[in-house]
């Protein structure tokens, strides 16, 4: 079957720097997705991997690895906004997305 | 503002009642699906729509029922909700159904059968 696992719940100090972990398993692969979601509100796309390596955008960047089945996206200097789930989700061979369940990140002061 | 409509925002349903969630998207978007979010599991495809005209399956669609009769529109109907039927749903879109093509997402209908 095809499985997306991540961390339930993680707890950071702001200013910090915190990894969220993604580890996949799908039939056929056509791109790793991260998105945030605040609570009470709907999904936003943060950014998209499909070849080996670190993609950086400002404060977040993200990491895959494919023959691992394994990626992280890695959030700097965080700010109490950041406090959010954060939503694994693999392209499999038909395009559709596989999602995790996603990480709940607590942003302490 | 360009984007995802959802209606209504929440609503309270007795079981067996028919009910149908609206979608309207204004961003010429060829793709449209709708998910369910149920605490500690993951978005869950329930229906999906590659163009105008055509739908397809998801993993959860036993229950629901879905049309595509132009580009803008993508309503979801229960025809006889069910308690297990309780979940956030989410409208989402993208310029197609390919590699790469991020979803946008609509603000989502909180929906309660009892």
């Known amino acids: 079957g095809q499985n997306i696992d991540q961390p339930t719940e993680m707890t950071a100090t702001e200013g910090a720097i915190v990894q969220i972990n993604c580890t996949y398993q799908t039939s056929g692969f056509n791109g790793l997705f991260w998105y945030q979601q605040h609570a009470g509100e709907a999904p936003t796309f943060l950014s998209y991997n499909v070849l080996d390596g670190l993609e950086e955008k400002g404060r977040f960047s993200s990491f895959l690895s494919r023959s691992k089945g394994y990626s992280y996206l890695l959030l700097k200097e965080l700010q109490m906004k950041d406090s959010a789930s954060y939503l694994c989700a693999v392209m499999d061979s038909n395009y559709q997305l596989i999602w995790g369940a996603g990480t709940k990140l607590i942003i302490k002061p | 503002i360009a984007g995802i409509t959802q209606a209504p925002t929440s609503q309270i349903l007795a079981a067996g009642r028919r009910m149908t969630l609206r979608c309207t998207q204004d961003?010429?978007?060829?793709?449209m699906y709708w998910y369910r979010q149920d605490l500690g599991l993951g978005l869950r495809l329930i229906h999906y729509?590659?163009?105008?005209?055509?739908?397809g399956k998801g993993e959860v669609p036993d229950g629901y029922s879905v049309s595509r009769a132009n580009t803008d529109d993508f309503p979801l109907t229960l025809a006889s909700a069910v308690p297990s039927q309780t979940s956030v749903y989410f409208c989402?879109?993208?310029?197609?159904?390919?590699?790469?093509?991020?979803?946008?997402f609509g603000s989502g209908t909180q929906l309660s059968v009892l």
């Open positions: 989402a879109s993208s310029p197609s159904q390919g590699a790469g093509e991020k979803l946008f």
């Open positions: 729509s590659n163009t105008a005209g055509t739908t």
């Open positions: 961003m010429r978007h060829n793709a």
